[in-house]
């Protein structure tokens, strides 16, 4: 792989330890990857931040980093973490994982890394351009940059992330290419989706068959065009969770959908002149995968809604189903609720009166974490709730959870 003068001198340690560790991850990354050069990235956004995935030698890796006085190039934003940054004693966050995750944010904070800890960073300021090459880990946000922005970004991981948030670059291979964005198969939804829990049961069919193909979706019978941002999300992220999709593309919708070479395909029904391989999805298909996303007909512990994070339209969602069931005060849910959303959507979400509506029916609205990197195993949650393909997916091995899958309003209706 072809390197600067400058960047050599990096690779060979006169600009110090941290950043010599650095490029030598990127480069060996891009050459393992056939990348021909190192090109600039306009973003990052670094996973790996909760105590419960990172541990301990996660934590000494990045005080060692933070200790080094190095900060990051490009503007970085931070993947959740494993609480609420804000309220964790009144979450009954347990108290040694607290300090540790304390700890662990201070040294990010130290980097100049913007401590807003979401999965959606383009809803809170971290937004690519069309185009623009970027540097993410959190494979919903990756999903979500390159499918609806048109961003281009592989799927990467912390520690690469955060390398080229030190170095502002990254390897050119993957998805940074044109010949690596083009479908690999096409896939016609006939059944109406009328939900995000439908968008994500058809994301966890369909990424368990394209596995880290390119799927080019095009939907027959419904409204992917009323609230798409929130669908894409939905549907993006289960994609990614269920097989490992970093790019799909929906037919008249998404923006490289529309370029030529790619929209050439979306004839489902025509000759196959381009030997793509072409799937069908019917309503029977996305109702048997609602059965097997649900583990339990027990009622749920905690009802757990927003993976990836909500927008404030799903949290307006959950309040209308509060207001509608006359919830307050003294007519709260029987179990507990959490809508997980960046301090962002958070922030406006008080301003509405989203907040105080879901904290008087006993739900919270919890920042900076969420269901998955959570340890939720060690508070007692056993039984969850969701309406995310991704969460559902995720459960059952991450926090050894059961699963009850559905829309919101089914969800909220199981905690009534
Ligand atoms: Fe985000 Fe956690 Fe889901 S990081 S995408 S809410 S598993």
Not at 37 to 45: A, C, E, H, R, T
Not at 235 to 251: E, R
Not at 298 to 306: N, R, V
Not at 390 to 403: E, G, M, Q, T
Request: hydrophobic residues 35%; neutral net charge; contains cysteine.
């Amino acid at each position: 792989m072809y390197i600067t003068k400058e960047e050599e001198k990096i690779y060979n340690g006169e600009y110090g330890e941290v950043l010599e560790m650095a490029m030598n991850l990127l480069v060996s990354l891009g050459e393992i990857y056939g990348a021909e050069k190192l090109i600039p990235v306009s973003s990052v956004q670094v996973s790996g931040v909760s105590y419960k995935t990172i541990g301990e030698e996660g934590l000494n890796f990045l005080r060692d980093i933070s200790n080094s006085g190095i900060k990051v190039s490009v503007p970085t934003t931070l993947n959740p973490a494993g609480m609420d940054l804000c309220n964790y004693y009144e979450l009954n966050f347990p108290k040694n994982f607290v300090k540790k995750q304390l700890e662990i944010i201070e040294y990010f904070k130290k980097m100049g890394i913007e401590i807003g800890c979401t999965c959606t960073p383009y809803l809170s300021g971290n937004i690519p351009m069309y185009g623009d090459h970027i540097a993410w880990a959190e494979s919903s946000a990756v999903s979500y940059a390159n499918s609806v922005i048109g961003a281009r970004t592989n799927r990467e991981g912390g520690p690469s992330a955060l390398a080229s948030a030190l170095l502002g670059k990254t390897p050119l291979y993957g998805y940074h290419l044109d010949e690596n964005r083009v479908p690999t198969h096409v896939v016609k939804v006939e059944g109406r989706l009328n939900n995000l829990s439908d968008y994500g049961a058809l994301g966890s069919i369909v990424g368990g068959i394209v596995k880290n193909g390119v799927p080019y979706f095009i939907f027959k019978n419904s409204d992917i065009h009323h609230g798409k941002y929130n669908k894409l999300k939905s549907l993006g992220a289960s994609l990614a969770a269920s097989g490992g999709v970093a790019l799909y593309h929906v037919d008249s919708l998404t923006p490289e959908s529309k370029i030529g070479k790619i929209n050439k395909i979306n004839n489902f029904d025509g000759d196959n002149k381009n030997n793509i391989e072409k799937i069908t999805i019917t309503k029977e298909d996305i109702r048997e995968e609602y059965s097997k996303l649900n583990t339990t007909d027990e009622k749920p512990d905690l009802i757990s809604i927003g993976c990836p994070h909500c927008s404030l339209e799903e949290i307006k969602e959950v309040v209308d189903f509060i207001l509608k069931n006359n919830l307050n005060k003294s007519n709260k849910f029987k179990c507990d609720l959490w809508v997980y959303a960046s301090i962002h959507i958070r922030a406006i979400a008080d301003r509405m009166g989203y907040t105080k509506i879901i904290e008087n029916a006993g739900g919270k609205i919890v920042c900076d974490t969420c269901m998955v990197v959570a340890p939720i195993e060690d508070m007692g949650y056993k039984n969850i709730g969701t309406n995310s393909g991704k969460a559902a997916k995720y459960l059952p091995s991450f926090c050894n959870s059961n699963v009850i899958y559905g829309s919101i309003n089914d969800i909220l209706k199981k905690g009534l």
